[in-house]
């Protein structure tokens, strides 16, 4: 069964400076997609990131950015000028590729990481 | 993106009832929708896999007599908490998958009185 692993449970960062959230997961797959959400207060899960595990280009997204490590098993998002509305709590998670396998599309979640903006 | 509803957003209940929690997906086909559970400021916990058309599959641990999942159509799926009691009081999130992410609705807050 895979496995994923956020080792920080809270982090920090002052507003417009950059915050690296580490990611860890364990799996004996070749094929699978990389996930970082972001649920705010609200509540709402939203997409952050998304990394093809086949791909050895970094995924971007305008301010976040990843560093897939595929030997290394390790997914980092970071995010550079830090806003007050990136505060929230942030989940990495890993689906499997595999096709007809009973944990095909399921996502499996780290422990999640709150992370405050100070302004 | 996709957008995927959930309704009620929030339900009080008596212990010993039952309370019904509606998915559905408003733009896209959902051949396959999740249920979860969250704690605050925990993880999401996958309670099923729900497919149309079939029964739902459940993780280890979880009551498929307590937690009734429907999926009727390509848009719905329901979650039902059959007799309740207080300590299934939680947050529910279902999403709905595609090909390449999952959608997910904006929960829904179950507190049994």
């Known amino acids: 069964a895979q496995t994923v692993t956020q080792s920080q449970p809270e982090m920090s960062v002052q507003e417009a400076e950059t915050v690296t959230l580490s990611c860890t997961y364990d799996?004996?797959?070749?094929?699978?997609?990389l996930f970082w959400y972001k649920q705010p207060p609200s509540r709402q899960m939203i997409l952050v990131i998304r990394?093809?595990?086949?791909?050895?280009q970094n995924a971007t997204e305008n301010r976040f950015s990843v560093n897939f490590q595929k030997a290394a098993k390790s997914f980092s998002l970071k995010i550079s000028d830090s806003q007050l509305g990136d505060a929230a709590m942030y989940f990495c998670?890993?689906?499997?590729?595999?096709?007809?396998?009973?944990?095909?599309?399921?996502?499996?979640f780290g422990q999640g990481t709150i992370l405050t903006v100070h302004p | 993106g996709a957008v995927v509803s959930q309704h009620p957003s929030r339900v009080i209940c008596k212990s010993g009832t039952s309370v019904k929690i509606e998915c559905r997906s408003l733009?896209?086909?959902?051949?396959?929708m999740f249920w979860y559970r969250q704690f605050p400021k925990q993880s999401l916990m996958l309670m099923a896999t729900?497919?149309?058309?079939?029964?739902?599959?459940?993780e280890q641990g979880v009551e498929k007599d307590k937690f009734l999942i429907n999926h009727a159509s390509l848009t719905l799926s329901t979650l039902t908490v059959t007799s309740a009691h207080p300590e299934d009081s939680s947050f529910y999130i279902c999403?709905?998958?595609?090909?390449?992410?999952?959608?997910f609705g904006p929960g829904t807050r179950l507190t049994v009185t």
């Open positions: 799996t004996s797959e070749s094929d699978y997609y």
């Open positions: 729900s497919n149309e058309g079939s029964k739902a599959t459940y």
């Open positions: 990394q093809e595990a086949y791909k050895q």
């Open positions: 998670a890993y689906r499997s590729e595999r096709s007809g396998g009973t944990s095909y599309g399921k996502l499996t």
């Open positions: 733009d896209f086909q959902a051949t396959t």
């Open positions: 999403s709905a998958s595609s090909t390449y992410e999952q959608y």
